[in-house]
């Protein structure tokens, strides 16, 4: 993990994680994690994730002094423990319009201009978790998706969206 410090002063610390990508990856790094910590003259501080960094909702913490090591350790497990997740959906947003919504764990696709296909993931995703489509909208309202049938069983978020770009049923 990559720390850097962004900024600092008496009552704020912004800093940016960048976890190091392992060998077998490839040069699609992860988008970095910004965290700022401020702190009270009460000996207590509060933990922000910074909305919109690295795909994880946005979220805060707050605790006494001595529980602030506790609180980035939870942050950085968080991040990490996501880090397929977040890579695969990084990788995708140079190939088809999508949206992650990380506080549903919902991503949004545009197909086209009318047409909106909401996939479900699931916690655990890639390894225990799965990825669902939940819904097709054309012009609001909902699609019969029925008759859609994938090639196989169990897909990734990747296999959905080639799928769903592919279909002519939708």
């Known amino acids: 993990m990559q720390i850097n410090l962004l900024s600092f002063n008496q009552s704020e610390l912004c800093v940016e994680l960048r976890p190091r990508p392992a060998s077998n990856q490839s040069s699609n790094e992860l988008e970095p994690l910004k965290l700022s910590v401020t702190w009270s003259h009460d000996d207590r501080f509060r933990l922000q994730v910074n909305e919109g960094t690295a795909g ?25 423990g996501q880090f397929e997740l977040l890579s695969e959906i990084q990788g995708l947003r140079s190939s088809f319009a999508i949206d992650w919504r990380p506080a549903q764990r919902l991503l949004v696709y545009l197909k086209s201009a009318s047409l909106v296909c909401h996939l479900q993931v699931e916690e655990g995703y890639p390894g225990s978790g799965r990825a669902r489509l939940l819904s097709v909208r054309r012009d609001g309202r909902a699609v019969d998706t029925s008759a859609l049938k994938p090639h196989k069983a169990v897909l990734s978020l990747t296999d959905w969206l080639v799928f769903l770009c592919s279909s002519p049923l939708i």
């Open 56 to 80: 994880l909702a946005e979220d805060c913490m707050s605790g006494r002094r001595a529980e602030l090591s506790a609180a980035l350790q939870d942050v950085m497990q968080c991040y990490m």
